[in-house]
Structure formats: structure tokens, C-alpha cells
């Protein structure tokens, strides 16, 4: 089963950049379909942006597309996510999840993914 960490979060301007890392640990990121999904206070849980185990496929939310990469590194074993150009609105706290079945595909709900990390905040100030 494989655990995943995230780190990066932080309070950030307006406009500014943060880079999230997801470090995975029991299993190998590479079998995986990784995603970066999101939850602000009483919203529900948000999809941002996936990378395919095969290939390496990017697919983002509108909402970030343009702002925010998503990438691995295989030798780490992590997943990051870029942010640049932060809004406000981008506040909320940032989960890393993994879809351990292998499926082919892309995958933008939350029901998908069967193992996530705790979760790190992200603060945009105005």
C-alpha cells in the first residue's frame, strides 16, 4: 500500500509561486495514475490537475490550467505541483492521491483514487 506525504504549503501573496511535493513511499509512483486535488473551508473536495502512469498524460481543471505543472520525478518517488500566479481564491488545502488500479485513462473525481496524503495548506493573501 503505498503512503503518500505532501509538503510545500505556506502563505504566499497574491501573484506569487509554490511548489508542492507529494513523496510517495511503499510503492513505486510509477505504477500509478497521481493526482492534486483540493478542499477549501465548506467547499467540497476539488479536482486540479492528473498525470498518467502510462505516458506521463497531463489533464488539468480549467480553474488552473495554465497556472499550475504537474510532474513526477521516478528517482524520488514524488509528485510535485508548480503554482504560479496565486489567487486568493486558490486557498484551501492540497491533497496528493493515487489510483492504485492501473486503469487507463483520465481522472478527475475524487472517487477514483484510492490512497491519499493528509494534506498540506495553501494560503494566497490579498
Known amino acids: 500500500q503505498v503512503q503518500l506525504v505532501e509538503s510545500g504549503g505556506g502563505l504566499v501573496q497574491a501573484g506569487g509561486s509554490l511548489r508542492l511535493s507529494c513523496a510517495a513511499s511503499?510503492?513505486?509512483?510509477?505504477?500509478?495514475?497521481m493526482a492534486w486535488f483540493r478542499q477549501a473551508p465548506g467547499n467540497e473536495r476539488e479536482f486540479l490537475a492528473t498525470?498518467?502512469?502510462?505516458?506521463?498524460?497531463?489533464y488539468y481543471a480549467i480553474s488552473v490550467k495554465g497556472r499550475f505543472t504537474i510532474s513526477r520525478d521516478s528517482a524520488k518517488n514524488t509528485v510535485y505541483l508548480q503554482m504560479n500566479r496565486l489567487k486568493p481564491e486558490d486557498t484551501a488545502v492540497y491533497y496528493c492521491?493515487?489510483?492504485?488500479?492501473?486503469?487507463?485513462?483520465?481522472?478527475?473525481?475524487?472517487?477514483?483514487?484510492?490512497?491519499w496524503g493528509e494534506g498540506t495548506l495553501v494560503t494566497v493573501s490579498s
Open positions: 492521491a493515487a489510483d492504485v488500479s492501473r486503469r487507463l485513462g483520465i481522472f478527475d473525481s475524487r472517487t477514483d483514487y484510492g490512497a
Open positions: 511503499g510503492h513505486t509512483i510509477n505504477d500509478y495514475t
Open positions: 498525470i498518467t502512469w502510462r505516458n506521463s498524460i497531463t
